[in-house]
């Protein structure tokens, strides 16, 4: 069992007596790594929503959760697990935190169900985290860092999992366990089909199933591009809202990270479309039929390892809890810069080549950039395949993607 990054905080706010909302996408490991922490205690109570059973007693009474909590005799700490299946019970968490009555540990999937109800998140009340995939710490691929800000250790030594593995089969905690790559491809094809059964199930969309599973196809190929929404409209056989609608659900049902333009004191025509990168690019291949082999990286290297890295940047922050904006920045000249990170005072732009030797030329719209924000963008930075950090200009470094 993998030692996670965010381990030892919520060992710690499980000690400090404190209640914990964790939210994540399907398998990335949010009840093994809660169960892992309450184990811990000397005794804990669990509500696993995914069992029907359960789910459909507090369904039909949600106040039945504070009637089992006050008869037990001491303050427990409750495990409750996919929340969002049963948005009306965080009434009665909000009564029984604010009663001094129980601690809670919370894990979720989707957000869009409690939106939906107007549920309280419990704002003040509980600290939020967000469990991605392993990590590339969580892996113990960090050879160094060089961006201070993004800066981590390795939690476990390095496993028997490449790299170039991940660039085919993702890194959920389940398909990095898995010994044979036949195993793993099943895995994700499941993935794949389960989520598009569930959310047309819980969404309603049976009418709409064909044009939901076009579009999941159409996105997921061209995951870390900002869609063309008229294009997927006409290609789903559906309208421009609903495709529009069928990107929120992706985004509140935590499949896509959404990255917008760096749009910030523009003095050049910014292009505003946001890009949405699938969470693991696993799940992204299965979903966009990609081959679960090495075509795959000789089809489409440069757009597998600019995913990989922008993933990994948002995981990276997201275990820091750094507030943090991941951006990118286009001009409608066409110079680009693949990620910027905004740190409020300061940015960093970063773009990511899939090579491992870059020259000056090839850095036009990192160098611009640099220009363009010259009073916060103090040093600009290049990920690479490369193995050796390099100096490229006085502004700009090229590093190892594991030297990130």
């Known amino acids: 069992m993998y030692i996670r990054a965010l381990e030892k905080e919520i060992g710690r706010l499980i000690e400090n007596e404190q209640?914990?909302?964790?939210?994540?996408?399907?398998?990335?490991?949010?009840?093994?790594?809660?169960?892992?922490?309450?184990?811990?205690?000397?005794?804990y109570t669990e509500y696993l929503l995914q069992n029907p059973e359960i789910r459909m007693e507090f369904e039909k009474d949600p106040s039945l959760l504070i009637r089992q909590i006050e008869a037990l005799k001491e303050k427990p700490f409750v495990f409750i697990d996919e929340a969002q299946k049963v948005p009306d019970l965080f009434d009665a968490v909000q009564y029984l935190i604010d009663e001094k009555k129980a601690n809670f540990i919370i894990t979720g999937s989707s957000a869009r169900k409690l939106r939906r109800k107007g549920t309280n998140l419990l704002p003040g009340r509980v600290k939020s985290y967000s469990l991605s995939p392993l990590s590339w710490n969580e892996m113990g691929w960090i050879k160094g860092n060089y961006i201070p800000q993004l800066k981590m250790e390795n939690v476990n030594?390095?496993?028997?999992?490449?790299?170039?593995?991940?660039?085919?089969?993702?890194?959920?905690?389940?398909?990095?366990?898995?010994?044979?790559?036949?195993?793993?491809?099943?895995?994700?094809?499941?993935?794949?089909?389960?989520?598009?059964?569930e959310e047309i199930r819980a969404e309603a969309l049976s009418r709409k199933?064909?044009?939901f599973s076009r579009f999941l196809e159409l996105a997921a190929s061209e995951s870390g591009t900002s869609p063309n929404l008229t294009k997927l409209s006409m290609e789903s056989g559906v309208s421009v809202p609903a495709v529009k609608e069928f990107f929120r659900l992706l985004e509140d049902t935590l499949i896509v990270e959404r990255v917008d333009p760096y749009l910030k004191n523009a003095r050049k025509r910014i292009l505003s479309t946001p890009r949405y990168y699938f969470f693991d690019l696993g799940v992204r291949n299965a979903l966009a039929?990609?081959?679960f082999n090495n075509d795959l990286i000789n089809l489409q290297k440069g757009i597998l390892f600019e995913h990989a890295v922008v993933l990994e940047i948002i995981r990276r922050i997201k275990i820091l809890g750094e507030n943090y904006k991941v951006c990118f920045w286009r001009t409608s000249g066409g110079a680009e810069v693949d990620c910027v990170i905004d740190c409020g005072q300061q940015v960093i732009p970063i773009e990511i080549k899939a090579s491992k030797k870059v020259y000056l030329p090839e850095l036009k719209g990192l160098n611009n950039f640099i220009e363009e924000y010259h009073k916060i963008a103090k040093q600009g930075y290049v990920i690479t395949l490369g193995d050796k950090v390099e100096k490229i200009t006085d502004k700009i470094i090229a590093i190892p993607w594991n030297y990130l």
Do not use: W
């Open 19 to 43: 209640s914990a909302l964790v939210f994540g996408p399907r398998q990335v490991g949010k009840t093994t790594l809660i169960k892992k922490c309450l184990s811990k205690l000397d005794h």
């Open 157 to 197: 030594k390095k496993i028997e999992y490449t790299f170039e593995k991940s660039l085919i089969f993702g890194s959920l905690p389940g398909i990095v366990a898995q010994a044979e790559d036949q195993d793993r491809e099943s895995f994700l094809k499941a993935y794949a089909h389960i989520y598009l059964e």
């Open 209 to 211: 199933i064909g044009a």
């Open 289 to 291: 039929n990609m081959p």
